[in-house]
């Protein structure tokens, strides 16, 4: 199996060691701004509001208000739903409740991972911290 290309982002930083040329950057991402964080959107539950703010306040430096918020308001509304499903199994403990959070979680580390919460995904998108 080929060993994965590194993306052009990471061969700037590194000094493109391979001294091919590279594309230029496509697209300028637009910094956080104060008014971007108190736009929370109103129906977010507790898990949520978190989430959202662990999102725009320490991973503010990668994340694009333009390009990234409705991954991070999704994600934000699967973080209450596991909570949901979590708060069902804690009362039922059936088997499909269990199935219900497993999938939930399951796809809330998905969309995490897409906005680079994980260091395996932080070094794939050359961020270090």
């Given at each position: 199996m080929p060993k994965?290309?590194?993306?052009?982002?990471?061969?700037?930083l590194l000094g493109n060691p391979g001294?091919?040329?590279?594309?230029?950057?496509?697209?300028?991402?637009r910094?956080?701004?104060?008014a971007d964080l108190e736009a929370v959107p109103e129906h977010l539950g507790p898990e949520g509001l978190a989430l959202w703010n662990s999102a725009w306040g320490s991973a503010a430096a990668w994340?694009?208000?333009?390009?990234?918020l409705p991954l991070v308001i999704s994600a934000c509304e699967m973080a209450d739903l596991v909570e949901r499903a979590r708060e069902r199994l804690n009362v039922t403990g059936t088997p499909q409740d269990t199935r219900?959070?497993?999938?939930?979680?399951?796809?809330?580390?998905t969309m995490l991972s897409l906005l680079g919460f994980t260091p395996k995904d932080r070094q794939k998108l050359g961020i270090r911290l």
């Open positions: 994965p290309c590194n993306p052009n982002e990471r061969k700037r001294k091919r040329a590279l594309p230029q950057p496509v697209l300028e991402l910094a956080v701004s104060q994340l694009s208000p333009d390009s990234d219900a959070l497993t999938g939930l979680t399951s796809q809330l580390v």
